[in-house]
């Protein structure tokens, strides 16, 4: 996973609540065991509207997605995760993420942002207005910022510390390593062994 300090770009304001992970990526894209190319697949049945905002081109190329309440919630899938990223997402922003896809997103390196519905509904009204406009979210500091607005996130140290480094679930485990040669030299030779 890539360290992420800073996003910068455009926003595609998707603005709908409860959007569940089957609506993300559908479930005839599970069958696939790699992480990448479900781009193709992200809001699949939406997408067949030629008015969804995800075929409108003066969105295209957005790195933030502007979400409603709920987002990502429904069963545990990191396909949604993937898929997101895939087509070039690298943070959404809602009032609410339902906590799995939060999880997903923090394993996976797309920052998830929290922030109050008002300054949700402000950044949307601001994207459709004007789609060329530029979101910056900084990780460190918990901030996103577009033009007349500046508003702040939560994210645990721990949380922070994994974008930051880019450590995914092995990583995190492997900055543990001489702990665990030296638990694992301690054990009696019949007990199994990590090798």
Do not use: C, M, Q, S
């Given at each position: 996973m890539e360290p992420v300090r800073r996003i910068v770009g455009r926003a595609l304001p998707?603005?709908?609540?409860?959007?569940d992970t089957d609506q993300i990526i559908p479930s005839q894209w599970l069958k696939r065991l790699?992480?990448?190319?479900?781009?193709?697949?992200?809001?699949?049945?939406?997408?067949?509207?030629?008015a969804f905002v995800l075929n409108d081109?003066?969105?295209?190329?957005?790195?933030?997605?502007?979400?409603?309440?709920?987002?990502g919630s429904g069963s545990s899938r990191e396909h949604a995760v993937w898929a997101l990223l895939?087509?070039?997402?690298?943070?959404?922003?809602?009032?609410?993420?339902?906590?799995?896809?939060?999880?997903?997103?923090?394993?996976?390196?797309?920052?998830?942002?929290?922030?109050?519905?008002d300054t949700v509904?402000?950044?949307?009204?601001t994207v459709r207005r004007d789609p060329t406009t530029s979101i910056a979210i900084d990780v460190e500091r918990s901030t996103v910022e577009a033009p007349g607005l500046r508003a702040t996130f939560v994210l645990d140290e721990f949380s922070r510390t994994r974008?930051?480094?880019?450590?995914?679930?092995?990583?995190?485990?492997?900055?543990?390593?001489?702990?665990?040669?030296?638990?694992?030299?301690?054990?009696?030779?019949?007990?199994?062994?990590?090798?």
């Open positions: 998707l603005a709908r609540a409860d959007v790699e992480r990448t190319g479900y781009g193709p697949g992200l809001f699949e049945a939406w997408r067949k509207d030629p081109p003066r969105y295209d190329g957005a790195v933030v997605l502007l979400a409603g309440a709920n987002f895939d087509a070039g997402f690298r943070a959404v922003v809602a009032p609410r993420l339902a906590d799995i896809f939060r999880n997903n997103a923090l394993r996976n390196g797309l920052v998830p942002v929290e922030t109050d519905a509904a402000k950044l949307v009204d974008l930051l480094e880019g450590l995914d679930d092995i990583a995190v485990t492997l900055r543990h390593e001489r702990d665990i040669g030296a638990f694992e030299a301690k054990r009696p030779e019949w007990l199994p062994r990590v090798r």
